[in-house]
C-alpha cells in the first residue's frame, strides 16, 4: 500500500508537467487560467454588445487520453479566457460542463482512476479543480455513473451528479443556459 501510495505522489508531482503544455503558435496564455485554456488574441467583426451575458454549456463525452487532459474540458477554460481578455467580466460567463460517455473517467478520483487505467495519473483533476473554484458546474450523467460503476465516492469533490445529461441539458436551458456546438 506504502508503495502504491509513493507512486501515486510521485505522478501527482509530475502531473504539471504533463497538464501544461507550452502554448500553441500564435496562442498564449489566459487572464483566468494561466496553465492552461489558451487563447488567441483576435480583432472580431462580430462585437459583443456591452452588457451581454454568457450561459453556456459545454458537452463532454470523450475520455482523455490517460495520464492527459481531456480538452474538450479545457474548452471550457478557453471560453471563459478569451472572453474575460475582450472584455467580458468574470461574473458575466456562466459555463457548465455535463459529462457522459467515456469523458465519466475523467472526473474520478486519482486512487479510483489509477486502478482503472493501470496506475496512470488523471491529468485532468487539476483542470476540473480550478473550473470549480471559478464557478464552473461540472455535472455528470447519473445514468453514465451506473453504467460505469460509479459512485459518488469514486468522483472527485467538485463533480455534482444530475439525473441524466438530457436532464442536465434540459433544466440549463431553461435557465437560458445555450449548447456550445463543441
Partial sequence: MLKMFAAVVAALLLLPVQAVAEPRA???????????GDIATVESELPIPE???????????????PGQFNRAIDSAARFIN??????????DIHVAVVVHGGAAAD?????????????????????IAA???????IW???QTAVA?????????PEVKLSLSAMTAFAL??????TLNPG
Fill in 26 to 36: 500564435g496562442f498564449h496564455a489566459g487572464p483566468v487560467f494561466p496553465t492552461f
Fill in 107 to 127: 472526473l474520478l478520483t486519482q486512487e479510483v482512476y489509477a486502478a482503472r487505467n493501470d496506475g496512470a495519473v488523471n491529468g485532468s483533476a487539476p483542470t
Fill in 140 to 142: 455528470l450523467c447519473g
Fill in 131 to 137: 473550473l470549480a473554484t471559478h464557478g464552473v458546474d
Fill in 51 to 65: 452588457g451581454t451575458v454568457f450561459r453556456v454549456i459545454f458537452n463532454v463525452t470523450d475520455k482523455a487520453t
Fill in 148 to 156: 460505469y460503476r460509479m459512485t459518488k465516492a469514486d468522483l472527485l
Fill in 172 to 177: 440549463l436551458q431553461q435557465q437560458g443556459y
Fill in 82 to 91: 478569451m472572453h474575460v481578455e475582450a472584455g467580458i467580466p468574470l461574473a
